[in-house]
């Protein structure tokens, strides 16, 4: 998209199968939790209450029939939690996904609305 474009399309992915369960929401929770390795981290460092983040986990982990955190309880080391193999992946591939979809979107609106843009701009 052009630098001195005046609009840009924004969309958002959302996976859905019996209720939505991957969106923006779930895969910045995950990337958050891959960086500190810490669920309860990632929903301070998101302003998220931990249970909504749980719930958010557990209906991802519910609709994908895997775990995608895998769960280290406290102790002397402390706890955390780490992307299993599946989370990583649901990650990777959602993010891939949300890029190419918001390339195509910018394609898609230059084509609908990139003359109207320049009208408006020459004004």
């Given at each position: 998209?052009?630098?001195?474009?005046?609009?840009?399309?924004?969309?958002?992915?959302?996976?859905?199968?019996?209720?939505?369960?991957m969106g923006p929401g779930p895969y910045e929770l995950?990337?958050?939790v891959a960086q500190l390795q810490s669920l309860q981290k990632a929903c301070q460092?998101?302003?998220?209450?931990?249970?909504k983040g749980r719930r958010l986990i557990a209906d991802l982990e519910q609709e994908l029939?895997?775990?995608?955190?895998?769960r280290r309880i406290g102790g002397d080391g402390g706890g955390g939690s780490a992307l299993t193999e599946?989370?990583?992946e649901i990650v990777l591939q959602y993010g891939k996904m949300a890029d190419a979809m918001q390339q195509t979107a910018e394609q898609l609106y230059e084509g609908y609305f990139g003359e109207l843009e320049e009208r408006l701009k020459n004004r």
């Open positions: 998209m052009e630098k001195n474009s005046l609009f840009h399309p924004q969309v958002r992915l959302r996976i859905a199968g019996e209720i939505p369960f995950l990337l958050q460092e998101m302003d998220l209450s931990y249970s029939g895997e775990p995608v955190l895998e599946i989370g990583a």
